[in-house]
């Protein structure tokens, strides 16, 4: 009978020792989510700093694409004022000169003036359409790579709340276990370390 009382003893004590190794475990468990809760919330930040930042090189980029265009406007302005010129300059005999002293031109040294003048400003508008473009595809690329950022955050938090329920749960069932644990090793009279 001693010996069966030993024997019960021992049994006990094992299921105690293994109930208090599953508590640890657990909590390790619960603990290892934690962690990877906290660095999918920390990665899901650094995301969306990443998002912020492509919105505003595309906003600037858009803006500049503006002025750029505003710009191809004024001198298309320019390019017409000079085309007029042109059309007057036409109806002047050959004989007229202008400008003053050295700068004097004749009639046809001026026209040709007028035409170089055009096509250089023609290059520029060019130019200035050509970078406008380039500025607005730019944008929609920073667009388009922070939705799909925002996409990859959305995961991230996802993945984060799942994680932490996880983690919950195994800190739920930890507790249930040890207060199980105590419960049992208090009705007994065993006298087993709180965790």
Known sequence: MEKERTMDDVTKTRMFSEAYSDVTSLRNHASSHRAKSSKLQHMASKTDTAIESHRHKATVLRERAVALKAKAKETEERIATVMEEQKATAKEGDDVTHGFWIMKKT???????????????QQRVMQLQRKATACESKATAHLNRAAELKVQSGRLLEEAKKEEV?????????????????????????????L
């Not at 003036?113 to 400003?121: S, W």
């Open 166 to 194: 996880e983690s919950s749960g195994f800190s739920k069932r930890a507790d249930r276990l040890q207060k199980a644990t105590d419960w049992d090793s208090e009705r007994e009279g065993h006298t087993e370390p709180h």
């Open 107 to 121: 009639h046809l040294e001026y026209m040709s003036y007028l035409r170089l003048k055009k096509q250089k400003l």
